[in-house]
């Protein structure tokens, strides 16, 4: 029902910046929360950023507050993270997800039902 695709990874030196896009595709967006979270190879998938539905309320991760920050464009059905200061700790494929339920903000993985592919963001010394 919720079809999610990221965008705009890739590979920069630390220090630098990259602007991942989720874009939603087959029905209106938004009216859903957004979380980010990122999963370093062989390891668990955890919670990076999210926003609820019309961008009022944001949360992070204490690992990126202050450098990255989430937003979304409703009129476009995509939310964006930008990425700053980035360090080869956050070296990890990202992926955006929605929750079950409209107009429900949580930042909790249990609580998404709705996964894009990932993108991939690789930072070099």
């Known amino acids: 029902q919720v079809q999610l695709v990221e965008s705009g990874g890739g590979l920069v030196q630390a220090g630098g910046s990259l602007r991942l896009s989720c874009a939603a595709s087959?029905?209106?967006?938004?009216?859903?929360?957004t979380g980010w979270f990122r999963q370093a190879p062989d390891g668990e998938r955890w919670f990076v950023a999210a926003?609820?539905?019309?961008?009022?309320?944001?949360g992070y991760a204490d690992s990126v507050k202050g450098r990255f920050t989430i937003s979304r464009d409703n009129a476009k059905n995509t939310v964006y993270l930008q990425m700053n200061s980035l360090k080869p700790v956050d070296t990890a494929v990202y992926y955006c997800?929605?929750?079950?339920?409209?107009?429900?903000?949580?930042?909790?993985?249990?609580?998404?039902?709705?996964w894009g592919q990932g993108t991939q963001v690789t930072v070099s010394s």
């Open positions: 926003v609820n539905w019309n961008g009022s309320r944001t």
């Open positions: 087959g029905r209106a967006y938004s009216g859903y929360s």
């Open positions: 997800a929605a929750p079950m339920r409209p107009y429900y903000y949580t930042a909790l993985k249990a609580e998404y039902a709705w």
